[in-house]
């Protein structure tokens, strides 16, 4: 059974910063690519950042240069540091796991909610 579980999220105010964590279990973590999504209410979930299996980073526009996503392949674990957080960051975070070839192994963590307010 493939599970994504998030962490990491709470209120911060803006600009500060947090860690999102995601652990990974039931799947082959070297194979896949790992990404952070985010969503809030009414629209669509939208690309944060994804790291292939490789380690190529991509990033939203929104967010380059105050967030680094990085994996730890020996620990099955996808992280999302952001800084400089804005209201506007203001979302629920999913992890997702993609599988490099297999593109029917796609999964998703059930979120994690992070609030930017004063």
């Known amino acids: 059974q493939v599970q994504l579980v998030e962490s990491g999220g709470g209120l911060v105010q803006p600009g500060g910063s947090l860690r999102l964590s995601c652990a990974a279990s039931g799947i082959i973590f070297r194979l896949y690519s790992m990404g952070w999504y985010r969503q809030t209410p009414g629209t669509q979930r939208e690309l944060v950042a994804v790291?292939?299996?490789?380690?190529?980073?991509t990033y939203a526009d929104s967010v380059k240069g105050r967030v680094t996503i990085s994996r730890d392949d020996a620990k099955n674990t996808v992280y999302l540091q952001m800084n400089s957080l804005k209201a506007e960051d203001t979302a629920v975070y999913y992890c997702?796991?993609?599988?490099?070839?297999?593109?029917?192994?796609?999964?998703w963590g059930q979120g994690t909610q992070v609030t930017v307010s004063s």
């Open positions: 997702n796991a993609a599988h490099k070839v297999l593109t029917n192994r796609n999964y």
């Open positions: 790291i292939t299996s490789g380690g190529p980073t």
